[in-house]
């Protein structure tokens, strides 16, 4: 099993790629017909399934043409550990981030 919290970005960039390659041979397309349904080049679907390279938006609508959006949901999403912790959750979706002093 992969170990998200010990592998440095480009190993997880690898590890996405890989993954996404694995669903779309699960699916039987090709890298033309996902980069078709996807809207973007065959070079992009080869360089996100072999190198782990590629945008946010293009891996995005790579997600999206196989059908896998829904796992983005719980990305990134607060969780909340202790009444503390939820309301320092709470404070930080109503504040701004400070603003840059410098110019």
Do not use: C, Y
Not at 7 to 14: L, N
Not at 27 to 40: H, I, P
């Amino acid at each position: 099993m992969f170990d998200f919290m010990m592998a440095t970005a480009p190993e997880i960039s690898a590890e996405l790629g890989h993954r996404l390659r694995a669903r779309r041979l699960m699916q039987g397309w090709s890298q033309v017909e996902l980069a078709q349904r996807a809207g973007l080049s065959s070079g992009t679907v080869k360089n996100l399934e072999a190198k782990g390279q590629a945008s946010l938006a293009s891996f995005i609508q790579i997600v999206v043409a196989l059908g896998l959006a829904d796992d983005l949901g719980e990305l990134f999403r607060l969780k909340v550990v202790s009444i503390a912790a939820m309301e320092k959750a709470e404070l930080a979706k109503r504040r701004r981030a400070p603003r840059s002093t410098t110019k």
